[in-house]
């Protein structure tokens, strides 16, 4: 989150739900039974939905949220499933197009974008204090 947190001043940000990537009737993973995030594939936009708003409210998910319709315009459109960041200029075209997730899905390339445009935003290290004596 710490992207959004940075630019987001500058820059509008929006998550889109797409069908889901590891469904409980299709491909489940040991992963989500760990994050407790076990969910069907939705059959209707009303299940859909309600998974975006578990999520959202669950993990207190702090960015503009949308839904695809069933029909998946936005996963076919974009390519997103299942995860894809991208950059919509002002002009409504892609500016930066990131990899298919998981494996090519790298968020710094789209931070490095973010800061040319915008300007790089630094953090202060954190430094380890000793604790003190008494």
């Known amino acids: 989150m710490q992207i959004y947190n940075d630019y987001k001043d500058h820059a509008d940000f929006l998550t889109v739900y797409v069908r889901e990537a590891h469904p409980t009737d299709e491909w489940q993973m040991k992963s989500n039974v760990k994050d407790d995030v076990c ?3 939705p059959r ?8 975006a708003n578990d999520f959202t409210k669950r993990f207190k998910y702090p960015l503009p949220f949308g839904v695809d319709d069933m029909a998946n ?8 499933w299942p995860e ?9 075209r892609i500016a930066y197009r990131g990899g298919m997730g998981p494996f090519n899905y790298n968020p710094g390339e789209a931070r490095a974008w973010l800061a040319g445009r915008f300007g790089e935003v630094k953090h202060p290290e954190k430094t380890e204090t000793a604790p003190k004596k008494s």
């Open 39 to 41: 969910y069907a594939q």
């Open 84 to 92: 894809r960041l991208y950059i919509i200029d002002e002009n409504g």
């Open 73 to 80: 315009a936005a996963d076919l459109a974009y390519s997103a």
């Open 44 to 51: 209707t936009l009303e299940q859909r939905m309600a998974i």
